[in-house]
C-alpha cells in the first residue's frame, strides 16, 4: 500500500493498494482418477492481482516529505500514474478478460519471480527514488517487478 498524506490547510489522503482476488478466477486441469478411467474436467484457483484506491494498511511511514525532500504532491502525481499504469496487476474492477496476465497472477514468496504487494511498494516507492523497505521487518516479495512466464492458460471468471 502507498498513501499520501498531506499537510496542507486541506488535508489530502490518497492511496493505492494491490490486493489479491483468489475466488474468482480459475483454470480447468484435466486428471484420471484411475488409470484406467476417461478423463476428468477440475478447476484450480488462480490469485490475481488487482490495484484498489484505498488502504487498509495498519502501519504507516513517511517516505516522501515536502519539509525533508520537497514537491511531495509532485511526487504524489507520479507514483499515482505508475499506480494507475502498473503492468504486474489488473486495475479495479477487474473486467472479465484479465489485462496483464500472465504478469498479474499474484506470486507466494517462493514462487519465482515472487511479484506481490511488497513489490508493488517498492515499485511505486522507487518511482519517487525512495526506498520502501525502510518500514523494516519481513516483507517477502520480489524487490523488482518481473514478467511472469506463460503458464499454458489463461484464467477465466468463474460464476
Known sequence: ??????????????????????????HAVWSRPKPT???ERGFVKDRISYIIKGSTAKRKIAIYSDKTTGNAKAAWDKIKSAAESYAYA??????????HWPNSSYRLPWQTPANNSNTFVREMARVVGRDA????G??????????VPYPGYTPFRRH
Open 37 to 39: 478411467a476417461p478423463p
Open 133 to 136: 523497505d525502510v518500514i523494516g
Open 138 to 147: 519481513n516483507h517477502p516479495g520480489a524487490l523488482f517487478a518481473q514478467p
Open 90 to 99: 489488473e486495475q479495479y474492477p477487474i473486467g472479465e478478460v484479465l489485462q
Open 1 to 26: 500500500m502507498i498513501t499520501l498524506v498531506s499537510s496542507d490547510p486541506f488535508p489530502l489522503s490518497e492511496s493505492y493498494q494491490l490486493e489479491v482476488d483468489s475466488s474468482d478466477f480459475w
